[in-house]
């Protein structure tokens, strides 16, 4: 069963979010169904800031190619707004995503740079669509995935208009529909009411504590946990060293072993260090 049939034949698809070969490579040995990318973890992991255009197409596509290469589970990449401000352009960003070997992708409605201002919902649909129409050309099962961002930017009528801007990713032929941001049970099922395509939930957020079989049994398909991880994993390195700095080495007991790492990325026998 391929990446696209899982979506509609389940069981939910548990798909962390990597940044980086390494963790995807991680992430896979640890049992994960798919690797989703995160463009917020791989800006911070350079020092840089999310939600303000730092991370270029080119830079996008290079860590897509190399996350691609480093496991054999679908990836499925965070393509921000679809890097192109026409249809044609975003239908060449779906193109090179497939060729480099992804089996997922997304445009959200938010663009490329600071601000709360959204990208009106008929104009991502076109882009949506041109996506479609690249996908369909390259022959592959491929993900496609819309997301509102109505709940990130602090929308006056969030849920509303993120349902009313996923009906039409819905009619531009996206494969899943993703809205991040929800915490409520009752607002999460009015988004599978609203919808008959497949929905991704981000439960990557401090304070959601919907078990994941209970959405399993609600019929969210998908869930991700966006750039939780990585901010989880950068939140270690400001504690490990925060303890060190006060004699506490305790940080060690979350190592994995540089013989483990050795063996999972194959680089020969562990150097000892």
């Known amino acids: 069963m391929n990446f696209l049939e899982r979506h509609t034949n389940g069981p939910i698809i548990r798909m962390p979010n990597a940044w980086n070969p390494g963790t995807a490579k991680i992430m896979q040995d640890a049992g994960a169904d798919a690797i989703g990318t995160t463009s917020a ?12 255009g730092a991370l270029t ?20 990449v965070d393509s921000e707004d679809g890097y192109g401000d026409t249809p044609e352009e975003v239908a060449n960003t779906f193109t090179m995503l497939i060729q480099a070997g992804a089996e997922g992708g997304s445009i959200e409605d938010h663009p490329r740079s600071v601000g709360s201002e959204l990208i009106s919902a008929e104009k991502t649909a076109e882009h949506i669509a041109a996506a479609r129409e690249a996908i369909d050309r390259s022959g592959k099962p491929f993900v496609l995935t819309a997301r509102a961002e109505c709940f990130l930017v602090g929308h006056p009528e969030k849920l509303a208009e993120s349902i009313r801007r996923i009906q039409l990713y819905e009619d531009a032929d996206a494969d899943c529909l993703y809205v991040p ?5 009752e607002d999460i099922a009015a988004v599978l009411d609203a919808v008959s395509k497949p929905v991704n939930v981000l439960v990557g957020i401090k304070g959601f504590d919907i078990p994941l079989d209970a959405l399993d049994a609600m019929g969210v398909r998908r869930v991700s946990t966006g750039g939780s991880i990585a901010c989880a994993t950068l939140g270690l390195v400001r504690q490990a060293v925060q303890q060190m700095m006060s004699g506490d080495l ?5 190592m994995i072993t540089h013989d483990e790492l050795t063996a999972l990325f194959g680089e020969g026998p562990a150097a000892g260090i």
């Open 41 to 52: 973890g791989i800006v911070y992991a350079a020092g840089l800031p999310d939600y303000e």
């Open 57 to 76: 197409w080119d830079e996008c596509l290079r860590a897509t190619e190399a996350m691609c290469a480093a496991v054999d589970i679908p990836v499925s």
């Open 181 to 185: 941001g929800l915490r409520k049970r």
């Open 250 to 254: 305790s940080y060690r007991d979350l």
